[in-house]
């Protein structure tokens, strides 16, 4: 770990104090727990998220199949069907 310094509101200050003994936790325990929150939630979630953060990512390269007709030449081929 790296240690670090923050600013903080007097409001603040008493408010993780407060929390602090209310749980049993250090201070420093209850800010990185926030810290770790905040950044999960700014994070995508799951495969969907992943795929629409590439979307578009190959849309100008012209060295690709017609995904289209390979498709079609597939589904029309007897080998395609066997194991």
């Given at each position: 770990m790296q240690r670090t310094q923050i600013y903080l509101s007097q409001a603040e200050r008493q408010?993780?104090?407060a929390l602090a003994l209310r749980s049993g936790r250090s201070q420093s325990a209850l800010i990185r727990e926030a810290?770790?929150?905040?950044l999960q939630q700014q994070q995508p979630q799951g495969r969907l998220a992943r795929l629409r953060q590439g979307r578009g990512l190959w849309a100008e390269r012209t060295d690709l199949p017609d995904w289209s007709a390979l498709r079609a030449e597939l589904d029309r081929s007897p080998a395609a069907l066997a194991p």
């Open positions: 408010g993780l104090q810290i770790d929150a905040f």
